[in-house]
Nanobody
Framework: QVQLVESGGGLVQTGDSLRLSCQAS????????MGWFRQAPGKEREFVAA????????YYADSVKGRFTISRDTAKNMVYLQVRALKPEDTAVYYC???????????????WGQGTRVTVSS
């Protein structure tokens, strides 16, 4: 099992930045990819970004390219999502996920955190 705990969300204004963090524990060696997803009120959970534990391959949804940056610290088992130039449409609960095979679908990830809420006011 892999346990994931997100933090760093909050209420911010349009244009602000945040750094979301995800602490991974347990059998992290059993996963290769870490991802961030988000779910806005009344909408389906959507892919935001992903990264491999080994190497530096990163993947982004088109809607966040250039504004969001995913990174990882393997020594600390931490994954981060730096979010910049926030817009009201970025308002959502942001989830950290871990999986063997990275992808953009929720079914690609076996382990999930509880989420951290980001609210962007206009």
């Amino acid at each position: 099992q892999v346990q994931l705990v997100e933090s760093g969300g909050g209420l911010v204004q349009t244009g602000d930045s945040l750094r979301l963090s995800c602490q991974a524990s347990g059998r992290t060696f059993s996963t290769q990819f870490m991802g961030w997803f988000r779910q806005a009120p009344g909408k389906e959970r959507e892919f935001v970004a992903a990264i491999k534990w080994s190497g530096r391959s990163t993947y982004y949804a088109d809607s966040v390219k250039g504004r969001f940056t995913i990174s990882r610290d393997t020594a600390k088992n931490m994954v981060y999502l730096q979010v910049r130039a926030l817009k009201p449409e970025d308002t959502a609960v942001y989830y950290c996920a871990a999986g063997v095979e990275g992808g953009t679908d929720t079914s690609d990830y076996a382990f999930w955190g509880q989420g951290t809420r980001v609210t962007v006011s206009s």
